[in-house]
């Protein structure tokens, strides 16, 4: 079995990794950086939980990637989003809204919303449908997921007008 | 699921890269999102020796717009890089709403528009794991001989299922396809075949490098009917173009996902020229439709529902068409 030498950088950290060349990124990520906030589902990209952020921002399903294909190429997974004590307003409202109930999906769900604000801080509701299309949540019949990702979207106005009177 | 072992090259030339490809010409695949090609590794459905990477091949992911005003589309640009594209949305809505049919948000940002116009066919019985396979005898597509879904057929019957195809074709699209011995252009009006296996004209080795959509100024639409608005195969697509306002000069109608290619609706199309955008000029296609479609089968719908399917999407397209 080949093994390739590759530098990932997950969270902006680096970690050079010798990685069978047919892993998937969700496979190293959880398996060998342990990073396991990133979820296995369907391993077939139709659910969602294995979402994470590429350099440009954009959700991208790490079931169907090749980690030898991410080679230093940036990768954020939920564990660099917020800190424990400094959760991002997308983590904040998942908890305060009852969006999280047996929680698996929820790593995906917020990588997914964040990925969609990230470019898009005022999406309207068929820009959420459209993003949200590819993450799904089998608890929460997805409606306070909805309320909590509308609250984050007027936490992070809110956030940015404050910044600008400071 | 996991991905069975394979060898991975990762050329930064178009040469380097047919060549890779020319090796091993039935078992090597490119690799561009790898959204459709994954799972069907990891269902065993395709077993690729090699993997030629398209990632760091220079310029294969770039849009330009012509000289007469057409756009040239790089196979590797992604679905949302391309559905993002300022002239796509105004000029080509048909291509654009296509495009964002495909799966999700996620698959787009990953998935190409190569891959979409060359996606594999589908089945009940094939885009299944091997163990689920067992249940039945090896198909035609499954290095077997016998069709599952029309038992008495002598070829395979899955079907072609690419959003963007019907609406390429609906534009006027033409592809290049790049060889170690050469490049040749084929209008992809000419590229499928009525085929579940076989169902492009590509030879072993041969590369889509790029999409070539014509300036054309048609008025153009696509609808799509699934169960789920995301992340669903189609039960029926349509593409319309018409060219002129008040005479209709040229008019084209393709149908996806109702058989092995896209179904192109000649008499219907014809229809529209003659009689134009007139409620029994839009009738007259839509009932003209059935002839174009010929043979239906029962894959994933009854044939008689994919038929009326084709009926009412005809009728929606053309009425979209009227009021634009």
């Known amino acids: ?166 | 699921m996991q991905l069975p072992p394979f060898e991975h090259r990762q050329p930064d030339t178009l040469e380097a890269c047919l060549e890779q490809l020319a090796a091993d010409p039935e078992a090597a695949a490119p690799l561009a999102g790898g959204t459709d090609l994954l799972v069907n590794m990891k269902l065993g459905l395709t077993r690729p020796r090699t993997l030629v990477s398209l990632r760091r091949v220079p310029g294969l992911a770039d849009v330009t717009v012509t000289d007469s005003g057409g756009l040239r589309i790089g196979a590797a640009c992604t679905l949302t890089g391309l559905a993002e594209h300022p002239e796509i949305a105004d000029r080509f809505p048909a291509l654009q709403r296509a495009i964002r049919a495909v799966g999700s948000r996620h698959v787009r940002n990953m998935a190409t528009i190569g891959g979409n116009v060359c996606l594999p066919t589908r089945c009940w019985y094939t885009n299944q794991s091997d163990q689920w396979r067992e249940c039945r005898l090896p198909c035609f597509k499954t290095e077997g001989d016998v069709c599952h879904v029309l038992k008495s057929s002598e070829r395979c019957h899955a079907l072609n299922s690419s959003d963007t195809a019907p609406a390429l074709i609906a534009l006027n699209a033409r592809v290049t396809a790049a060889a170690l011995d050469g490049a040749r252009e084929i209008p992809l009006a000419d590229f499928y075949a009525n085929d579940g296996v076989d169902h492009t004209v590509l030879r072993p080795g041969e590369l889509v490098t790029c999409i070539d959509v014509p300036a054309g100024g048609a008025r153009s639409t696509f609808i799509k009917v699934a169960q789920r608005t995301g992340l669903d195969y189609a039960a029926g697509t349509i593409a319309a173009a018409v060219e002129g306002k008040r005479k209709i000069k040229a008019a084209r109608l393709v149908v996806g996902a109702i058989g092995s290619w896209p179904a192109q609706l000649h008499h219907a199309a014809r229809i529209v020229c003659d009689q134009g955008l007139t409620e029994a000029g839009i009738e007259a296609a839509a009932e003209a439709a059935r002839a174009d479609l010929g043979e239906v089968n029962n894959l994933f719908s009854p044939s008689g529902y994919k038929r009326r399917l084709v009926r009412a999407l005809v009728r929606r397209a053309l009425t979209e068409l009227k009021r634009s």
């Not at chain 1, 080949?2 to 969270?11: A, E, G, R, W």
């Open chain 1, 1 to 166: 079995m080949s093994k390739q030498l590759i530098t990932l950088i997950v969270n902006g950290d680096s970690y050079e990794l010798a990685v069978p060349v047919h892993a998937t990124l969700l496979e190293v990520i959880r398996d060998e950086l342990r990073l396991t906030g990133t979820k296995r589902g369907c391993t077939s990209g139709s659910c969602g939980v294995c979402t994470c952020q590429d350099g440009a921002g954009n959700a991208v399903l790490t079931c169907l990637s090749l980690a030898v294909e991410w080679d230093g190429r940036p990768v954020t997974t939920i564990e660099g989003v917020g800190r424990p004590g400094d959760l991002h307003p997308l983590q904040r409202a998942f908890l305060e809204f009852g969006a999280v109930q047996c929680g698996y999906c929820t790593p995906g769900l917020i990588m997914t919303a964040k990925a969609l604000l990230d470019t898009n801080p005022e999406p309207t509701e068929a820009d959420i449908d459209e993003a949200l299309a590819g993450a799904i949540c089998r608890c929460t019949g997805h409606i306070k997921v909805r309320h909590a990702i509308r609250h984050a979207i007027e936490r992070l106005a809110g956030e940015g007008s404050d910044a600008e009177q400071a």
